[in-house]
Structure formats: structure tokens, C-alpha cells
């Protein structure tokens, strides 16, 4: 068994040297959604909190208490944020359940100030409101010295950790990412739960990613908006609500996520004009031709969520795709 450790932990080092994950918002690269990006197909209707502590190793403390269940329900950076203090947590529901589509299926928002002080969560999900299924996280912040109260962290060090992003970016997070469960139903995703990370270094009160390497975040946060500020939950795919929304497509595109090449197919056999934006709106790829099929050269963008912008006539069209 120790060796099985040891040759565990020698992995884990390795990849510790390698591994680099997305930058912050704003960077190229970065897989940060703003909050006003029209991926966003809706946002949760529903939010039951369970406070944590100010500090965890203090029970007289107190509880978390800026903001209530309500601020987390409904568009991000529009009616505050519920702190959730040391290792507190919140269930949100929505209108209709999330589905595992291509990319990203659903985002997450906290109110950091800026990039680097970041106050981090896991985040689960459940398609029966009961047995959860957490997104395997990944933190390899330098865990020998505690993150102070205000202190930095490095958005490249983490990944599948809510609180990733400054405020009104949102955390992307991809079904595709958790392990198949008999218990899980990917295409009826019907509750989203956001649990405070208690970022000490201390055993008796750290929390571990999913390679038990502790998460070293600002803590102590002993006031009344410590731990995770959940913000809002964005849904990217949903249930859909009708045949007659997938008859409105003026064009089809395949493959999604695409590495290359994309295709474009205009059901209508007609000609359109198109163009590629980020999801913050900057235009990345103009047609020069206009077509009923055609094939646009994508190897030149940066990894990330990109938006086709497709018109015929008076009608448009926004379809949202994954470059890997």
C-alpha cells in the first residue's frame, strides 16, 4: 500500500509541474462567460441556503449572514449575493432541467473584486433533488504557507472550483466532466449545489480536491460575508421546451465541439451571411462569401465558447459552439 502511495503521490507532483489550466477573465485563453453573454439560456428560480460558520475553528463566531436565499435566484450581478460562510452550502432549482450538451452546460458566479482574490466552492449536481454528484476539482496552489484573510490565488493553479473568475464572469462547468452514476441523470439535471471550500491548510478543518491535495484559499473570512458570495447560476443547455424551437434553425452545425473545420448547412437552401464573436461580443471571423454550405477554418482560435452569428434576409440565428 505504500508503495501504491508513493507512486500516487509522485504523479501527482508531476502533474502539479505541467499543469496549467485556464487564465483569468479578461486573458487569452480563459474560459470566463460575462454574465450578459447570450449563452446564458436562463437562470435559477429557486435557492435553499445552509450557512456556515465566520471561522470554523471558532464556534462562537457566528454564522454568515449578508444577503439571503433570494440574491442567488435570477440574473448574476443583478440583486446581490448570499455569503455562505466556512463550508456552508446552497441548493438552487430551475424552470427546467439542465442537459449535457457540447462544452460547458451550465455556469457559476461569485463577486470577487478582482482576478486574483478569489474565494472558491465545489459544486454538485442532482437529478432527483437528493443523491449529488460533485465536479471533480483540481487545486495546486502551494499548500506550505495559508492564503491570508485578503490574500492572492492563482487562477491557473485551479479547475472545476466555483469562484475561479472576478465578479460577473462566470465559472463554466461541463456535465461531461463527472462520472457516469446509475443515480445521475445527465439530461434532467434538476438541482445545482455550491459548497463553501474551507480554504485552511489545518487537518481538522481543510477540504481536499478530488486528488486530496488540501485547497489553500483566504481564510480566516470571519465576518459576515465570509466564505463562497454565490452570486447566480446561469443554465447554457436545458430541456428543450418544443419541437417548434429546433424547426426555427436557419442553419445546422456539425461537428460541435469542432477542432478545425466546422461545417455550416442552411436547411433552407438559401444564402446567409455569418460571423464568429467571443462571448464578451468581439468579432473573431467574418464571411467573406455568403453560401447555403460552407466551410469555416477554426484552428486559428484560441480554445474556448464562441457564438456563429448567422443572417438571411430579416431573420438571425445565434448558435453557440465549442473550439477544443
Known amino acids: 500500500m505504500k508503495l501504491i502511495y508513493l507512486f ?12 496549467q489550466f485556464a487564465p483569468p477573465a479578461g486573458q487569452i485563453g480563459t474560459t470566463a462567460i460575462f454574465k450578459d453573454s447570450s449563452v446564458f439560456v436562463s437562470w435559477a428560480n429557486g435557492c435553499s441556503v445552509s450557512r456556515g460558520l465566520q471561522d470554523i ?7 454568515a449572514d449578508v444577503g439571503d436565499s433570494s440574491f442567488a435566484i435570477g440574473m448574476a450581478d443583478f440583486n446581490g449575493v448570499v455569503s455562505l460562510g466556512d463550508g456552508g452550502s446552497a441548493i438552487l432549482k430551475f424552470a427546467s432541467p439542465i442537459i449535457d450538451g457540447p462544452g460547458p452546460d451550465l455556469g457559476v458566479f461569485e463577486n470577487s473584486f478582482d482576478n486574483t482574490f478569489l474565494e472558491l466552492a465545489f459544486v454538485e449536481v442532482s437529478s432527483n433533488g ?7 476539482a483540481t487545486s495546486l496552489t502551494d ?8 490574500g492572492p490565488t492563482d487562477a491557473t493553479k485551479i479547475d472545476n472550483l466555483a469562484g475561479k473568475y472576478k465578479g460577473g464572469f ?7 466532466d463527472i462520472p457516469d452514476h446509475v443515480l445521475l441523470d445527465k439530461q434532467s439535471i434538476t438541482h445545482v449545489k455550491v459548497i463553501d471550500v474551507v480554504g485552511c491548510i489545518q487537518d481538522q478543518y481543510c477540504t481536499r480536491d478530488a486528488y486530496q491535495h488540501k485547497i489553500n484559499d ?3 473570512t470571519a465576518f459576515g460575508s465570509g466564505g463562497f458570495d454565490l452570486d447566480a447560476v446561469g443554465v447554457i443547455h436545458q430541456q428543450a421546451v418544443g419541437v417548434k424551437e429546433f424547426e426555427k434553425s436557419l442553419v445546422h452545425v456539425y461537428p460541435n465541439p469542432v477542432t478545425n473545420e466546422m461545417f455550416v448547412h442552411s436547411s433552407y437552401g438559401v444564402h446567409y451571411d455569418f460571423y464568429i464573436s467571443s462571448v464578451i461580443g468581439e468579432v473573431v ?3 467573406d462569401k455568403q453560401s447555403s454550405l460552407s466551410t469555416i477554418p477554426v484552428s486559428g482560435l484560441s480554445p474556448g465558447i464562441y457564438l456563429l452569428n448567422v443572417s438571411i434576409g430579416n431573420r438571425s440565428q445565434q448558435i453557440k459552439f465549442v473550439k477544443l
Open 8 to 19: 500516487s503521490s509522485l504523479l501527482f507532483f508531476v502533474y502539479s509541474l505541467k499543469a
Open 57 to 63: 475553528s471558532i464556534p462562537a463566531s457566528g454564522y
Open 130 to 136: 437528493m443523491d449529488f454528484f460533485r465536479f471533480p
Open 143 to 150: 499548500t506550505s504557507t495559508q492564503a491570508w484573510s485578503f
Open 170 to 176: 462566470g465559472t463554466p462547468f461541463d456535465l461531461a
Open 218 to 220: 483566504p481564510w480566516p
Open 285 to 287: 471571423y467574418v464571411s
